[in-house]
Nanobody
Framework: QVQLVESGGGSVQAGGSLRLSCAFS????????IGWFRRAPGQEREGISC????????YYSDSMKGRVTISRDNTNNTVYLQMNSLVPEDTATYYC????????????????????WGQGTEVTVSS
């Protein structure tokens, strides 16, 4: 059974940093893509960063590229999202998701490919 549990959200001031964690079980990244997504109030869910299963490549959305880094810890089955230089527009609920998706490369940023989602962690950035 696939499980994903996010943590690390919180309230920070603009310019600050947070590291989100996604502890996963029930699958291996050898076969599953995994990604970070966010949903701001009144907006669609948006892909932030992902790790593709076919080549373990890492991909980033234009909205946060240069300010976030995705990484994984195979020993502890955890994927991280380091977020720096946060701005109020980054305020959202952040989710991790994983699935066996039939595409490669940057397509792993598309939320529609994923059926397995965590419960989300809230990030609030104040000015």
């Amino acid at each position: 059974q696939v499980q994903l549990v996010e943590s690390g959200g919180g309230s920070v001031q603009a310019g600050g940093s947070l590291r989100l964690s996604c502890a996963f079980s029930g699958f291996t990244l050898d076969y599953y893509a995994i990604g970070w997504f966010r949903r701001a109030p009144g907006q669609e869910r948006e892909g932030i960063s992902c790790i593709s299963s076919n080549n373990f490549g890492t991909y980033y959305s234009d909205s946060m590229k240069g300010r976030v880094t995705i990484s994984r810890d195979n020993t502890n089955n955890t994927v991280y999202l380091q977020m720096n230089s946060l701005v109020p527009e980054d305020t959202a609920t952040y989710y991790c998701a994983a699935d066996r998706i039939p595409v490669s490369g940057k397509s792993c940023l598309r939320p529609a490919w994923y059926d397995q989602w965590g419960q989300g962690t809230e990030v609030t950035v104040s000015s």
